[in-house]
């Protein structure tokens, strides 16, 4: 009976991670969130204003230029622009950013 309940809780687990894996759109519009999010830390009031304006934008054209590898339960995502990279693996919803221009130069 152990052995039923331990089979029946990984399954429903496994399933859990394949219904929540994200998809290229869900990538989009945390790429946009993320642009909006580190506009907003500069100081120059214009900046921040394109920056929100363009977010979406910008996001889109990044998401155009992005690979994603589905592996069921996860998947990753790699989006280069010109000399940056960005990589990030992305499951249950969430993205969690492994590789940024930032932490390449050391910042």
Do not use: W
């Amino acid at each position: 009976m152990k052995l039923f309940s331990i089979t029946l809780i990984l399954i429903a687990l496994l399933g859990l991670l394949a219904y929540a894996n994200p998809k290229l759109d869900n990538y989009d519009e945390f790429v946009g969130q993320r642009i909006t999010e580190e506009t907003r830390k500069v100081k120059d009031p214009m900046a921040g204003a394109l920056g929100s304006l363009l977010g979406g934008f910008a996001a889109n054209l990044m998401t155009k230029q992005t690979v994603r590898k589905d592996y069921v339960f996860f998947s990753t995502y790699d989006t280069a622009f010109g000399n940056e990279h960005i990589r990030a693996i992305g499951v249950l919803n969430n993205f969690y950013i492994t590789e940024s221009p930032e932490s390449e130069r050391g910042e």
